[in-house]
């Protein structure tokens, strides 16, 4: 989407490529994807008639984004559902345009060819791991039974257990075989959040594993040029305050990571600074200084309602002095109810895109997919899981 804008509302935006244009020799001409400061040193005036000059903006969404972060970070990746033909079909995209250096199917190796054909797919890029006959095996039953020997699990039983392709996959992230994992096309959410807990587990000093859903408005200035951070939405039905506080500290690293973009983040509620008394609210506010004592680096504040979060002549009324209200890129719900609904309502009456959820709070990057996801799903969702693994 291209949109002119003076210079200095353009300036300083780094996930945007800049175009300029004028008259070149009496004719028209457009150099395009230039850095803004390599765009003012070539374009002079001796190349071009000012009276024709313009600057403009080519804005990448948020699928551009991490596509492009993807191929330019090259990490590798495992998707554990390898006789699945949407994963099939997904992983010789995600090779033939270049956003992984390496992908990999778990399972049998023939039934994966079979599979391969059936969806006529070419996976002659793609790296074909079966667990009951990997070199790895021992290494990494003896890791799984040190996770899971106070549970109980005896050397046998891991060595048995751990040939599951999702307890493969995840350890496969765990011990830096790969860089990130995606499942989810034929597994349910608890089925991968099993394995993304008990074996990858989560980021050190963080409890509970959360999700998000990046938002894109097109056309609008909300947010991050028309994209936001909901969070949680599909995860942590009731989290108490602690929670809510990792909630918010994970939210606004994926704002960062996903978005490119400093967090301003907001912690919702029905009350805006004290406004009204309730034990959810005293759970808000619990969960806000949390967050702010544990990372006060973050611009984190609540209790906030929507409109004080989003609407400035409203934030300058009902929370005055607040450094989120009014311009907040980061929703973080009380609930999940609150969250679920509050995404797909924006999804359907503003038309918007949701991407995700993605998971937030892991230790290495984990995605789950919806079992009716697309093919292209699962590409995008490998994009942003890979774009994680800095």
Not at 67 to 96: D, F, H, Y
Not at 141 to 152: I, N, Q
Request: aromatic share 6%; charged share 25%; hydrophobic share 45%.
């Amino acid at each position: 989407m291209e949109i002119l804008k003076k210079l200095n509302l353009v300036n300083g935006l780094p996930w945007q490529n800049f175009f300029i244009g004028g008259i070149i020799k009496g004719n028209p001409y457009t150099f395009i994807n230039l850095k803004l400061h390599a765009v003012l040193e070539n374009f002079t005036s001796e190349t071009c008639t000012h009276a024709e000059f313009f600057i403009g903006v080519n804005i990448m969404t948020f699928k551009e984004m991490m596509t492009e972060k993807a191929v330019k970070l090259q990490k590798s990746l495992v998707l554990p559902e390898g006789t699945e033909p949407r994963t099939i079909k997904a992983a010789e995209i995600i090779m033939n345009k270049g956003l992984a250096k390496e992908v990999f199917l778990v399972g049998d190796e023939e039934k994966i060819k079979a599979a391969a054909k059936e969806a006529d797919a070419n996976i002659d890029k793609i790296s074909i791991i079966n667990p009951s006959n990997s070199d790895r095996i021992d290494a990494f039953a003896a890791e799984y039974y040190e996770l899971r020997k106070k549970k109980g699990i005896t050397e046998e039983q891991a060595k048995a257990d751990i040939v599951d392709p999702l307890k493969w996959g995840a350890m496969m992230v765990r011990l830096g075989d790969v860089d990130a994992m995606v499942a989810g096309a034929e597994n349910s959410t608890g089925n991968v959040l099993r394995a993304a807990f008990t074996i990858v587990k989560t980021a050190p000093g963080v409890k509970s594993a959360s999700s998000c859903f990046v938002m894109y408005m097109p056309d609008s200035d909300w947010g991050a040029n028309g994209h936001m951070i909901f969070s949680d939405c599909a995860t942590i039905p009731e989290p108490d305050a602690q929670q809510l506080s990792e909630i918010a500290i994970a939210a606004s690293e994926s704002c960062k990571n996903f978005l490119g973009a400093e967090p301003c983040t907001a912690m919702l509620s029905f009350s805006t600074k004290g406004s009204a008394s309730h034990d959810n609210v005293d759970k808000v506010v619990e969960a806000t200084k949390l967050a702010q004592e544990k990372r006060p680096d973050l611009n984190i504040d609540g209790e906030l309602q929507l409109d004080a979060a989003i609407i400035p002549s409203v934030a300058s009324s009902k929370a005055p002095g607040s450094k989120v209200a009014g311009k907040a890129n980061v929703l973080v719900f009380p609930d999940l109810q609150a969250g679920n609904i509050g995404y797909k309502l924006v999804q359907r009456f503003a038309g918007a895109d949701a991407y995700g959820p993605f998971l937030q709070g892991f230790a290495k990057p984990v995605s789950d997919l919806s079992r009716g996801c697309s093919v292209e799903d699962i590409v995008t969702t490998s994009a942003v899981t890979m774009a994680q693994a800095e």
